[in-house]
């Protein structure tokens, strides 16, 4: 247990110490857009998948409800 | 505008548009859609580009397509100009909001690495720590520290697990609050819009009512006695005195002349205004909106404030609890339990949700009500205080009879009334003026200024003669005018049970016009509804004679009532009441009833009413329906009950949760879990509707 935190904490002096040189960097810095890119394109699709579901939910109730009442009618 | 119709079932459309709607332009879209009257219902879906209508007959389906098809750039700029977007608060994106909150919760519980997860932990934290902090700087130990040592827990025991479990919890609790409160606001801000409001534009000399979003900027409007201010502008002619205290809080009207501002939203108190305008309805209504809206979440009631004050209490009891837990049991996860239990967060978000639920439903029932604490004081009321005209009876009072005397045509004696009263914003005024133009009768100015008398009647000068017209009290008593005892036996037979208006002309009386002003339909059976929800006495006032007020209060079921009364006599009665130990709501619409409506517990104010009545008022009804009393004084009680149900329920529950917590039944994220989910089911059935 206490082996694992030094690992981790040794891990992450190394990180900070090296990780503003590597973030500087031209391949990294492209890396780093693609990716955050990626990541908004993907959150844009998930909202489009939860408003096209929150829609057919919608449909789903106004159906249901116009069959319940022809039904009582 | 082009669409795909994408769904249908009778009397709902969902449709496709071309693509995306721009977050900014969601608000002009509804606005623009629901300008079909067929149309009651409608659900924008941006992001995917839809929108789904809701109409109210089936016959009506071609009419609604027709209407969206209509929709081009022209009418969205126009709908766009009178909904300020960057003002109202959004509201539509509940579902993207909480979806985006799970989603991400889910995401980084599943996939993230556990020391990527736990750095994120720790800078979401900050935010709370940073809370906590400022709290501490003041000092106060509060729901914030509260929450932040909950967190900070199980921080210390090296569980981020729980720790972002708490912190989901707590911002999705956050999430839902944000939303009924901007749902609320939203609702209650749109309701206030769609009042009408009018304006005495001034064009070639002549003056001529217009709607007032009509008004550019440039256009010279009058203001008088009891008129709303609707635009800003700089006062061009006149003096008045202004009341400004929906903008500033100032509770005593100011003076403004020649060369001074005065701003939308405010009211004339007394005299007379020639106004240039500056910014039309378009930039300042939802300004003057927005900031009573605003106010109205200050004037909370004294439960409410009570409940906020206990729930701010509690919170050092619960450092002290967890404290002894801690000395007594030594054991960590215990004071982690007592920790993650608190009773403030649910009181406040169940007592501000029930309040705004009540203020949107009333907003959606016809009634604007401007803070909690009226719903407090409506709700404890014993005794409802009506006036006559215009509250009991309709807006819309009609010229039935009228007489000439010392050699007066009919004809005559109306013209000249017109052309005194078209000056006054007064149901009687207009009825006269209606009168006249019904009779195709045209008049010339040819008058002086006129002088308007509260609560008596209006005097000016013709040709350097003296014209009064008024009622009895003012024409025969204050002006001296002399009546005959048998004229007084004419009027008395022929106007039996008509109000009747006295117009005299060199100090003689030259004519008398009966106004007939008929009750309400359903006035009736409401007070009999507000009898039976325990009003116990229901009273009448009226500046009128005593045979037009027996009629109204013997057809209304009322029995107790008060005839020739001045606005100074109906203050008083006021306050006789409230000394005698009754809890007063007044009930009123014009200038004469605004003493009595600020004096009163509760001022109501009705739809058709003057600006200064509603200014002074409480309560406003939006539409003139007496109903909407009845509607109001369910939902106050409605609301009483709420509070104390609500509260039993979160005291009884989460000291459940702590006594179990403490012995160890249950762990802390159980708790944490009871405790949060309670909190927002809580809050989530807070929302449901009081009738």
Redesign the interface.
């Known amino acids: 247990m206490i082996k694992n935190r030094i690992i ?1 904490a040794a891990g992450s002096f190394l990180l900070g110490t090296v990780a503003p040189a590597i973030l500087t960097s031209e391949p990294v810095h492209k890396a780093c857009v693609a990716t955050v890119a990626a990541g908004m394109r993907a ?1 844009a699709r ?3 998948v ?3 579901a ?2 057919q939910v ?2 789903i109730v ?2 249901a ?2 069959v319940n009442t022809a039904d009582a009618e | 505008m082009r669409y795909r119709i994408e769904h249908e079932v009778p009397g709902r459309i969902r449709v496709c548009l071309d693509g995306a709607v721009p977050e900014c332009d969601v608000d002009a879209l509804s606005q623009a859609v629901l300008g079909c009257a067929a149309i009651h219902k409608v659900t924008i879906f941006p992001r995917i580009g839809s929108l789904a209508v809701c109409y109210s007959d089936a016959s009506c389906r071609a009419e609604v397509l027709r209407h969206l098809g209509r929709i081009d750039e022209d009418m969205m700029a126009a709908t766009r100009a009178e909904c300020s977007v960057a003002l109202a608060p959004r509201t539509h994106s509940l579902l993207l909001d909480i979806a985006d909150l799970v989603g991400g919760f889910y995401l980084r519980k599943w996939f993230l690495p556990s020391i990527l997860r736990t750095i994120w932990t720790l800078w979401h934290y900050r935010r709370y720590l940073w809370a906590a902090l400022r709290s501490l700087a003041h000092p106060r130990l509060d729901v914030p520290v509260l929450d932040a040592s909950a967190i900070g827990v199980s921080l210390v025991q090296a569980d981020p697990a729980t720790a972002a479990e708490t912190m989901f919890l707590l911002d999705f609790e956050e999430t839902l609050e944000d939303y009924t409160r901007a749902r609320s606001q939203n609702e209650l801000i749109y309701s206030l819009l769609t009042v009408p409001e009018s304006a005495q534009l001034v064009r070639h000399g002549q003056e001529e009512a217009v709607p007032a979003r009509d008004l550019a900027e440039g256009d010279l409007i009058v203001l008088r006695t009891g008129m709303p201010v609707p635009i800003d502008g700089t006062v061009e002619r006149g003096v008045a005195m202004v009341n400004q205290a929906a903008l500033t809080g100032e509770p005593l009207a100011v003076e403004r002349t020649v060369g001074d501002d005065v701003f939308a939203g405010t009211a004339v108190e007394e005299g007379e205004v020639f106004v240039r305008v500056r910014a039309t309805t378009g930039k300042t209504k939802l300004r003057a909106i927005v900031t009573m809206v605003e106010q109205s979440s200050a004037l909370r009631s004294y439960r409410q404030e009570r409940r906020d004050r206990l729930a701010d209490a509690i919170v050092p009891w619960n450092f002290l609890l967890a404290a002894l837990v801690g000395v007594a049991t030594r054991d960590i996860t215990k004071v982690a339990a007592s920790l993650m239990v608190d009773y403030s967060c649910a009181l406040k978000l169940t007592g501000s949700i029930s309040v705004l639920a009540a203020m949107s439903e009333s907003a959606r029932l016809g009634f604007t009500v401007k803070g909690s604490k009226h719903f407090e004081r409506v709700a404890a009321a014993d005794t409802i205080v009506f006036d006559k005209t215009g509250t009991l009876t309709e807006a819309t009072p009609q010229v039935t009879k009228v007489m000439g005397f010392n050699g007066w045509s009919r004809t005559r004696v109306l013209r000249l009334a017109a052309c005194l009263e078209e000056h006054y914003p007064h149901p009687v005024a207009r009825a006269v003026v209606n009168a006249a133009s019904e009779a195709n009768l045209k008049h010339r100015e040819r008058h002086a200024d006129v002088e308007y008398i509260v609560a008596h009647g209006l005097a000016s000068s013709v040709g350097g003669v003296r014209v009064v017209i008024g009622s009895r009290h003012f024409v025969v008593e204050d002006e001296h005018v002399e009546v005959l005892p048998e004229v007084r036996q004419r009027i008395m037979d022929e106007m039996g049970g008509l109000s009747v208006l006295y117009l005299a002309y060199d100090g003689q009386l030259v004519g008398a016009l009966g106004i007939e002003d008929p009750l309400k339909p359903g006035a009736a059976e409401a007070v009999a509804d507000l009898q039976r929800l325990g009003f116990k006495h229901v009273i009448m006032l009226t500046g009128d004679n005593l045979a037009a007020a027996r009629r109204v209060a013997h057809a209304a079921g009322i029995t107790e009532f008060q005839a020739n009364m001045l606005p100074e006599d109906k203050h008083a009665f006021v306050e006789r009441l409230q000394r005698e130990g009754r809890h007063v709501v007044m009930v009123g619409d014009g200038v004469n009833d605004s003493p009595a409506l600020s004096a009163a517990d509760v001022g109501v104010a009705m739809a058709a009413g003057t600006a200064i009545a509603r200014e002074v008022a409480d309560i406003t009804l939006t539409d003139s329906d007496l109903q909407s009393l009845v509607r109001l004084r369910r939902i106050s009680q409605g609301l009483d009950r709420r509070f104390d149900q609500s509260f039993r329920t979160i005291m009884g529950f989460n000291s459940l949760l702590l006594a179990l917590g403490i012995a160890g039944v249950i762990t802390p994220q159980t708790s944490s879990l009871l405790h949060n989910g309670s909190t927002v089911l809580l809050g989530t059935t807070a929302t449901r509707s009081y009738l």
């Open positions: 981790i959150n998930y909202e489009n939860v408003e096209e929150r829609a919608g449909d106004a159906e409800t116009f």
